[in-house]
């Protein structure tokens, strides 16, 4: 059975910085594109990075620069690590796989159970 399990997150207070990790199992990912979405209270889940096996990557606008993506292809995993968080990343995270690049973007194979990030002010 597969799982994505995510780990971290939590409260913040803005300009302040949080971890995800999210652990995958059940297969071999290291060909897989794995990634991270968020869904806000009262608007859709949208894509906010991805990254692939050799460690190409890809970010939404509103987290360039801000948001780092990487993964550990040994353990399965992938991390996002969050810097000047803004109240406006609030919002469950979700894990994601994919074996297509693109398809991960619109609707990845594998979802995490999400995590919630919450940035105050």
């Known amino acids: 059975q597969v799982q994505l399990v995510e780990s971290g997150g939590g409260l913040v207070q803005a300009g302040g910085s949080l971890r995800l990790s999210c652990a995958a199992s059940g297969r071999t990912f290291n060909r897989y594109m794995m990634g991270w979405f968020r869904q806000a209270p009262g608007k859709e889940r949208e894509f906010i990075s991805v990254?692939?096996?050799?460690?190409?990557?890809d970010y939404a606008e509103s987290v360039r620069g801000r948001f780092t993506i990487s993964r550990d292809n040994a353990k399965d995993t992938v991390y996002l690590q969050m810097n000047s968080l803004k109240v406006e990343d609030t919002a469950v995270y979700y894990c994601a796989a994919d074996r297509d690049w693109y398809d991960f973007q619109s609707a990845p194979d594998y979802w995490g159970q999400g995590k919630q990030v919450t940035v105050s002010s």
């Open positions: 990254i692939n096996w050799i460690g190409s990557t």
